[in-house]
């Protein structure tokens, strides 16, 4: 099972353990856990055959399709709804900041995620773009709209660095978000939330294709099967409340963020 950034940190080597043990446990086999560096870095992890599940984000899964191969099994939906399995991109600053809208953000320093990262990346730029007329290029170039622009690697960097008062303001997925609060590492007073998102499709689980069909199945039924609360919890930022659960995925929940792409990607 391979990891992005956001997922492999020691907060959550608990439950990373514990679902791998789980599904080793139900597939007679051993599991081992593999942690990527970026997000090109699980594809190519899952390119090589040396990674064979990732739970991608929604850009990254695209492109994981189109270079590795790869195929949705389960996403997560509250109340095992999947007309409900979203999430959104929220926009934070620092609680008083005096950054109330977007426009006020020209000429402040902004931190994205990571280059391939949907929530992080790719969703506020369009929103930006949609917002002020204009081109990735000039999000993304310092002095152009932002006075300088950095990428923080991880959705839990930008939003201490904005805490921190180290940058004005960052992307945040709000599922992340949420268990960052339900862990107790951050406060709802330390920051204020200045935009959001239209919902965005949530990333499938994947796996790779190549393996064995029986195999596949017996991954999905577990995965399906899955009901360790604090997983969800904890690692996933799901509150009990929502009951969440893995539903099955299919590879047309995505078409949403082919267009994303589209709009977005310089060509």
């Not at 949705?72 to 620092?94: E, H, L, N």
């Not at 994947?206 to 577990?222: C, G, H, M, N």
């Not at 799901?238 to 969440?244: A, D, F, G, N, S």
Request: glycine share 8%; aromatic share 10%.
């Amino acid at each position: 099972m391979c990891y992005l950034l956001n997922e492999a940190t020691e907060e959550f080597a608990e439950y990373r353990s514990g679902i791998q043990n789980d599904l080793g446990a139900a597939l007679g086999i051993k599991v081992t856990e593999i942690n990527a560096a970026d997000y090109n870095a699980v594809v190519e992890a899952m390119r090589t055959g040396h990674a064979d599940i990732a739970s991608f984000g929604p850009v990254t899964y695209v492109q994981a399709v189109q270079r590795a191969g790869v195929e949705a099994m389960v996403v997560v939906a509250p109340f095992g709804d999947k007309s409900q399995a979203g999430y959104t991109s929220k926009i934070i600053v620092k609680a008083g900041s005096p950054i109330k809208t977007l426009q006020d953000l020209r000429g402040k320093t902004f931190a994205f995620v990571d280059p391939a990262s949907t929530s992080g990346n790719y969703v506020p730029t369009l929103e930006l773009m949609n917002a002020f007329g204009l081109t990735n290029e000039d999000i993304h170039t310092n002095g152009r709209f932002f006075a300088s622009v950095s990428f923080s690697g991880r959705h839990q960097n930008g939003l201490q660095a904005v805490i921190n008062g180290d940058i004005d303001a960052a992307p945040v997925a709000s599922d992340i978000l949420d268990g960052e609060l339900a862990a107790g590492r951050v406060k709802a007073s330390d920051f204020v939330v200045i935009h959001q998102s239209p919902i965005i499709p949530n990333a499938p689980i994947s796996i790779r294709k190549e393996l064995p069909a029986d195999l596949k199945a017996k991954v999905k039924q577990f995965f399906l099967g899955y009901k360790d609360s604090d997983y969800f919890e904890f690692m996933l930022g799901w509150p009990p409340e929502r009951k969440p659960q893995f539903v099955e995925a299919n590879d047309r929940d995505m078409d949403y963020v082919r267009d994303l792409m589209a709009k977005v990607i310089p060509k």
